[in-house]
């Protein structure tokens, strides 16, 4: 009978708990709620204002391929995001890029996040 009694209490404090902590995240979501709408204007507006910059103006980076490199190789070598490779230079097929294409490259402007990619290593 002891390990019964034992299950049934330790059930009663999981749901005590569960009950207490949804009321508590409730309680959170209503107070970060009612200002989570000033302070994205207020993000908006300094993102807008700080993405103009002389940084922004500079001319793009140019790249030419050379025998035997693929659109992978290229930018695992310089460390950016083969999309954003394919997307920049409105590229059809990832998978092939003929050498002496010139390639342009993204501003280096700060963080250019690598991202998952269309094309296998070679």
């Not at 979501?29 to 204002?49: F, R, V």
């Not at 993405?51 to 035997?68: D, E, F, H, R």
């Not at 490199?69 to 059809?92: D, Q, T, W």
Request: proline share 9%; hydrophobic share 45%; aromatic share 8%.
């Amino acid at each position: 009978m002891a390990p019964m009694f034992l299950r049934t209490r330790l059930h009663m404090y999981l749901l005590w708990s569960t009950c207490l902590f949804g009321l508590l995240a409730f309680f959170s979501y209503l107070l970060t709620d009612s200002g989570s709408s000033s302070s994205a204007t207020t993000i908006a507006a300094s993102t807008t204002s700080t993405s103009i910059s002389p940084a922004n103006t500079a001319p793009p980076l140019k790249y030419t391929v050379l025998p035997g490199e693929s659109l992978y190789g290229i930018a695992e070598k310089l460390k950016i995001s083969a999309p954003a490779l394919v997307a920049l230079n409105k590229i059809k097929n990832p998978d092939r890029v003929d050498a002496g294409t010139v390639l342009l490259l993204p501003p280096a402007t700060g963080f250019v996040p690598i991202g998952a990619t269309t094309t296998m290593q070679p």
